[in-house]
């Protein structure tokens, strides 16, 4: 999932869309470049020829597991990943702020947390640096989190706070509903780890093991309803739960359903890699000694007569010049992407086809400024500073439906101080701050100037560089609209050989849970292959 990178400490579980490379280096390739991570030396075991389509977490998890799963090496694999962006993470992925390699921030997925054992575990492995995520430390009087309902704050944790939890402040104005949150969070998640072990694991039907471990009543509920059917009171399920969860996925409590919300809750142990997240999915990689194909566009999926399938795919870097296509068959094959944002034609249908389900648009702003966040703009007096990390709820009396993209009357998602950073460009050299802003539309400079305290431009023309020195854009479809259900879509989509990843995204959208999934199908992959 994705989130300020700041507020983890305090807001939100394993993350979300989600530039950097693949591992050791991280230059980019040019179309059709592939990268050998291994290769097998000839022997007379049995080949199994597997492609996997996408090199986020789903896809590099599945290349991961199966190496691992392939029982006294049983069988000689040959796995080919296809990737039609230039670098290996999907979601999970960084951009150098000024251009600089050496001041990495993530763009997409930012943070996981302890529960998640396929990275941590991963982490361990690969022996990667972790970042704690301390606050951004702007100065010993900024508060670290507040929360803004376009009117006011309606919470704000002192400077230096680490958590929810952490603050007796919760619980004189929230009574018993902290409490009562943690035990219901603690609850759910203890139900969903059911899944990563037998009798439940591997799971062919995600409907299935949702409802045999206890989560079809969660997930068939808003959040909204879940809190109140376990009598955690409105005030807080609106101003932190439903803060939460607009900064997680950026939907509202009453049309998101229940197990996200509680997913949203569980930031204990909230850590990233340092200089990137992305580095574990390089990694899985290369100990899969998988064959990674970047700029390499997958166009078509078509069942053999005999058995297994083919696929089709062309390099896409140079959109202007005819695509060479080229073919291979494979044993089986995995879609570890949305089938919706992938452009392939599987010929013929499959015997399930995943539906098409509505993705949040999420505009994802990173830049620069030399400026503080102007108190006024927040209905402060001009004396107190902008809480390093604003996250947002709507003020009371005012609906979910009250503006199509569900922002309502903030405006935004979030704001983030990530850290004070130093422009060396050429004739700079000066102090600034890193922002990350989350919103439904486009950031304007109007807006820009509005929450920085500066006069409003005449017209929206961009900001000047003395105000705004850096800014990189990103739209993501970064998650499913969460909305309650009790089904999902199928594992196994034709007994030919292909495979799906995406469907648990709309049970629950974190890098950890995509990396299950694709550890889950590589299970089922090799105990189908020694029946």
Not at 69 to 90: A, K, P, W
Not at 198 to 207: T, V
Not at 463 to 471: I, K, Q, T
């Amino acid at each position: 999932m994705m989130r300020p990178d700041g507020v983890l400490s305090t807001a939100a579980a394993a993350v979300c869309a989600y530039c950097c490379l693949v591992s050791p280096s991280k230059a980019e390739l040019t179309a059709g470049s592939q990268v050998v991570f291994g290769e097998n030396e000839d022997d007379s075991r049995p080949v199994k020829n597997v492609a996997i389509v996408g090199a986020g977490s789903a896809g590099a998890s599945t290349a991961y597991y199966l190496r691992k799963f392939n029982d006294n090496d049983q069988h000689r694999l040959n796995i080919t990943v296809y990737e039609r962006e230039s670098y290996v993470g999907g979601r999970s992925t960084t951009v150098d702020v000024y251009d600089d390699p050496f001041q990495p921030a993530e763009l997409g997925a930012s943070v996981f947390v302890q529960v998640n054992r396929n990275l941590v575990d991963a982490v361990k492995e690969f022996n990667l640096s972790i970042d704690g995520l301390e606050s951004a430390a702007v100065d010993g009087n900024t508060p670290t989190l507040g929360i803004w309902n376009g009117r006011e704050f309606v919470f704000t944790q002192a400077p230096g706070s680490r958590g929810w939890w952490d603050t007796a402040k919760l619980f004189w104005k929230y009574g018993l509903a902290p409490l009562r949150t943690i035990r219901l969070m603690k609850s759910t998640v203890g139900k969903f780890l059911k899944m990563y072990n037998e009798p439940y694991f591997p799971w062919s039907s995600l409907s299935d093991v949702a409802h045999e471990v206890g989560l079809t009543g969660v997930t068939s509920s808003t959040g909204e309803q879940f809190l109140t059917q376990n009598s955690v009171g409105e005030l807080f399920a609106n101003e932190i739960v439903q803060a939460s969860t607009r900064v997680n996925y950026a939907q509202n409590l009453g049309l998101i359903h229940g197990l996200e919300a509680m997913v949203c809750m569980a930031a204990e142990g909230a850590m990233a890699v340092e200089g990137g997240n992305w580095q574990i999915f390089a990694h899985m990689l290369e100990a899969s000694y998988a064959n990674v194909m970047l700029n390499t566009q997958v166009n078509a999926i078509e069942k053999t007569s005999s058995c297994g399938m083919k696929l089709s795919y062309s390099a896409n870097a140079d959109k202007d010049e005819a695509q060479v296509q080229q073919e291979a068959i494979y044993d089986e094959v995995i879609l570890a992407a949305p089938k919706q944002f992938s452009n392939i034609n599987i010929d013929p249908k499959p015997n399930h086809v995943p539906d098409e389900i509505p993705y949040v648009q999420l505009h994802v702003t990173l830049l620069t400024s030399r400026h503080r966040l102007s108190p006024i703009a927040f209905n402060l007096p001009s004396d107190q500073n902008v809480p390093e990390v604003v996250l947002t709820t709507l003020p009371p009396g005012e609906q979910y439906g009250s503006s199509p993209n569900g922002v309502g009357s903030p405006g935004f998602f979030s704001i983030s101080t990530l850290r004070p950073t130093m422009d060396m460009r050429e004739g700079r050299h000066g102090k600034e701050f890193l922002y990350k802003i989350f919103s439904p539309e486009t950031v304007n400079s109007t807006f820009l100037s509005f929450i920085f305290g500066l006069p409003l431009p005449q017209d929206d023309i961009e900001m000047g560089e003395d105000d705004v020195s850096w800014m990189y854009r990103k739209v993501w479809h970064s998650y499913p609209y969460e909305y309650p259900r009790v089904t999902f879509e199928e594992i196994e989509l034709d007994e030919a050989g292909l495979w799906y990843t995406s469907g648990i995204e709309s049970f629950i959208s974190t890098m950890e849970t995509s990396s299950l999934m694709g550890m889950n199908v590589a299970k089922l992959i090799t105990k189908k292959w020694v029946r």
